[in-house]
């Protein structure tokens, strides 16, 4: 089926596709969680929510896969580089106590998927430490052993982590469709850049549509009957 997406029409193919939702996670889109505490306003992700809710819904009524993943390390830190536990030079960093718990720790309550959008039984949690979805995780071998090779990308934040992904996805030969409604900055220029990049030269990492087009395409079709 025929999605219109930029730079040109997106062809989904519902036997090798699934719905990707990144890192929509309470320690970046509540406010008091790690995105508030750098000094971010969380409403310009949290826009993110209704169509991510609506794309979500119309997804498992089509009985098309879904997967969830999150940012965040282990609660001994083993997996977490000093450098990065470093960058941002602030009071308070990654596995600190904040509002929610330890700042990124799996297990914590900031770590968790938000409740409007939390994943249902069945529905894989890739827990990730970086940036990237396929960096030191089983992705890849989710996606292989269930012979998927299209990704429909949505979460957040567009620049980093829905970026980082997208590049690692297109290098390893998977089509991403990245749904702009759907993904989030607390940076409005970042995410219009982001989505530049991952469309420009032809699509050199991907394509970009709305939500609402890819709902239409993934619902089933009601025929019109008239009066007898």
Known sequence: ????????????????????????????????????????????????????????????????????????????????????KARGNGPTTIGDAGPMGRILVRGEPGHDIIPELYPLPGEPVIDKPGKGAFFATDLHAILHNRGISQLVVTGVTTEVCVNTTVREANDRGFD??????????????????GLRMIKAQGGIFGWVAPSGAVIAAIEPKTQYKGAA
């Not at 409604?181 to 970042?190: L, N």
């Open 1 to 84: 089926m025929a999605i219109p997406a930029e730079p040109y029409a997106f062809e989904l193919r519902p036997d090798a596709v699934a719905l990707l939702i990144i890192d929509m996670q309470r320690d970046f889109l509540e406010p008091g969680g790690f995105g508030a505490m750098l000094g971010n306003d969380v409403g310009q992700l949290r826009r993110t929510i209704a169509p991510n809710q609506a794309l979500l819904a119309a997804w498992r009524a089509a009985g098309l896969p879904v997967i969830h993943t999150r940012e965040g390390h282990r609660p001994d830190l083993s997996d977490l580089p000093p450098a990065k």
């Open 176 to 193: 991403c469709l990245v749904v702009a409604d759907c993904c989030g900055s607390y940076f409005p220029e970042f995410h219009e850049m």
